[in-house]
């Protein structure tokens, strides 16, 4: 992957791009010097060079470093402490620490392998699933890890081999639970929100009041998610539950296994109780987490320190139980809330006032500002990646697998100015081959596959470079020209997406009517793309019975090389409503329609069943 040349040194812009419509975009010189402002530059002068940090050196495992050490020391990231000059090609896999004879850092040395680990001889199926929308009859109004338990264990009945998750990364706890699972408080944290409080409860040899109990499921009635009504229903019964047994041995044991990052973390959650889920409106003493006053009231606090801590430890636990080790590939959101947690403890590495998103396109003539805000490149690779390292460990620490939701965030990102709109932003390039170097070190230490969401516009080179690093790509039949015997063996294959029509929807026309009531501009022939695609697909005419195209199309994904070929839940049970529809927020309830099936009666629906037998019989 050969980047061009940048006429902004260290700074990644410069770079145009072809819009839609086949024009030539740059950013202006106005945009340009606005960006390098919020990223740390002190003139308009396009030839400063960014702020200057420790080099980092990307070392494959078995190679000498070229950074100089003698009359230095190596600080593993394991522990220990290594002579400099005795250093040969034996340094394990991880992100490590040169320091000077003074102990100043000198540099760091990130030792990776290049590609990312992909099991031999892969070819399975699965489904992906919306779990707060995956509810059962025991739901306490939105699907939980209890529900993902019950998932899994119907899949392998079946001989699943995946099931994909919407992120399950944490809202802000001073706050209700935000609706969007891809604008978090933080992406390194588990979701309360997803607790199956009564298994909580029998875990610690408790029992929940019959009563809550009772009205905690009646909030599944619904044919829409409350989760700021649920979460105060769960939330109840953990506060009591806390009280009533509070730290055991084996949650003590947890939090020194994650040490200062859990405290941080439940640092933040007892802060945002008192002044609210977004710091920037917290006193000016507490908005910077280095600082002494935030230390003060942890240890003031230290009781629902402990509490936000405590949830995180039944989350892990209530994973593990479920089996998402084996099974389970989590979305990766591209980024996070700036008013979260993420934002708070990286503030100092943030371009500030920045947003990112997308450039106009024919369904977004003024683009698309996804609110949140981007590390600056040359600050985060003057820390060792230290805060991907982290975000990715997390989401891999109980999982198959992982999806990296915008794979090419990785490489580019389109950035807004503060106090402009989408329609004046500009790619901001990333130091694209070392990302991928801490996705390999990462993937290769947990072990796990990890997919990347390349829909749209993306050379064929990059693809390549992606695929020699050993990430799968994303193949839809709404979008694939090939059939799907064509499609790539290093892939997952699937219909559709949570941002896309579901199959029923497209078919019957559901779809197309929920846009035009969501006022969403839709192409000159409405649906029909994805009609003649599903005609194709399954080898038949509009007339076909909806389920009838279902199987077959399924049927069709099957027969791809593809290692992965998945059917959404919503497919499965015939929903005809989308998850999201992007570009609205409430013209359509987006993130907040629960399947029209529950879990429980997934065993023996004959669609569902039929569409599984279909993948199983494309040999997999």
């Known amino acids: 992957m050969t980047d061009p040349a940048d006429p902004t040194p260290g700074w990644g812009l410069g770079e145009g791009y072809h819009d839609v419509w086949g024009r030539w975009t740059e950013p202006s010189a106005e945009v340009a010097a606005e960006l390098r402002r919020a990223m740390g530059a002190t003139t308009d002068d396009p030839a400063e060079p960014p702020p200057a940090g420790p080099p980092l050196e990307v070392v494959r495992p078995g ?11 190596v600080v593993l990231e394991a522990g220990g402490e290594l002579d400099g000059g005795a250093v040969g090609g034996d340094l394990p896999v991880g992100l490590h620490e040169v320091r000077a004879g003074d102990g100043d850092l000198a540099a760091h040395l990130l030792v990776a392998p290049r590609r990312a680990h992909l099991p031999d001889g892969l070819r399975t199926w699965g489904v992906t699933a919306q779990l707060y929308a ?32 919407n992120p399950l990364h944490a809202s802000s706890p001073g706050g209700p639970p935000a609706t969007s699972p891809y604008s978090p408080s933080t992406r390194r944290w588990v979701d309360p929100l997803y607790l199956d409080v009564p298994a909580a409860a029998a875990a610690l040899g408790r029992s929940i009041d019959p009563a809550a109990g009772a009205a905690g499921r009646a909030l599944s009635a619904g044919d829409r998610l409350d989760r700021a009504t649920a979460w105060d229903a769960k939330r109840a019964e953990l506060e009591r539950l806390w009280r009533e047994v509070g730290p055991t041995p084996a949650f003590e044991q947890y939090r020194r296994d994650r040490g200062r990052g859990l405290v941080r973390w439940g640092t933040y959650g007892a802060l945002a109780e008192r002044h609210g889920p977004s710091w920037p409106s917290w006193p000016a003493e507490l908005r910077h987490p280095e600082a002494p006053a935030v230390a003060r009231a942890a240890a003031e606090m230290a009781d629902r320190v402990g509490f936000h801590g405590w949830l995180q430890w039944l989350a892990e636990a209530q994973l593990a139980a479920a089996g998402a080790g084996e099974v389970a590939v989590t979305d990766l959101a591209v980024g ?32 698309q500002d996804w609110g949140l805000p981007p590390f600056v490149p040359a600050k985060l690779r003057a820390v060792g990646y230290r805060p991907l390292l982290e975000t990715l460990r997390a989401n891999l620490r109980h999982t198959r697998g992982l999806r990296i939701d915008h794979v090419m965030g990785l490489l580019r990102l389109y950035w807004i100015p503060p106090g402009r709109t989408a329609v004046d932003g500009a790619y901001v390039r990333w130091p694209g081959t070392e990302l991928l170097d801490v996705v390999a070190l990462e993937s290769v230490r947990a072990g796990s596959l990890v997919v990347g969401e390349d829909l749209g516009t993306v050379d064929d080179a990059i693809r390549a470079e992606l695929a020699g690093r050993g990430l799968l790509s994303t193949r839809l039949l709404w979008f694939e020209d090939d059939p799907p015997e064509r499609w ?32 969403v501009t839709v192409p000159d022939d409405g649906d029909g793309l994805f009609r003649h695609r599903l005609r194709v697909a399954a080898n038949t005419d509009d007339g076909a019975p909806v389920d009838e195209v279902a199987v077959a199309a399924h049927a069709r994904l099957a027969s791809a090389p593809s290692m992965l070929a998945t059917a959404t839940l919503e497919d499965l049970v015939g929903a005809v409503h989308r998850p999201n529809v992007p570009g609205t927020i409430d013209e359509h309830p987006n993130w907040r329609i629960p399947l029209p099936v529950p879990l429980d009666d997934l065993p023996g629906h004959r669609l569902a069943e039929r569409i599984v037998a279909a993948l199983r019989a494309g040999d997999r």
Do not use: K, N, Y
Request: proline share 7%.
């Open 134 to 165: 995956a509810r059962s009859r025991a739901s306490w109004g939105v699907g939980d890890l209890g529900d993902l338990a019950r998932l899994i264990a119907w899949g392998r009945e079946r001989g699943i081999g995946t099931v994909g998750l």
């Open 336 to 367: 996070f809330a700036p008013d979260g947690f993420d934002a708070w403890e990286w503030q100092d590495l943030l371009a500030s006032g920045c947003r990112i998103g997308a450039p106009p396109d024919l369904l977004g003539p003024d683009g």
């Open 488 to 519: 790539p063996a290093q892939a997952m294959a699937a219909v559709t997406t949570h941002d896309l029509p579901t199959l029923a929807g497209a078919w019957s026309g559901t779809d197309l009517a929920d846009l035009h009531a969501a006022g």
């Open 63 to 73: 190679d000498v470093p070229a950074t100089p050490l003698a009359r230095r020391s």
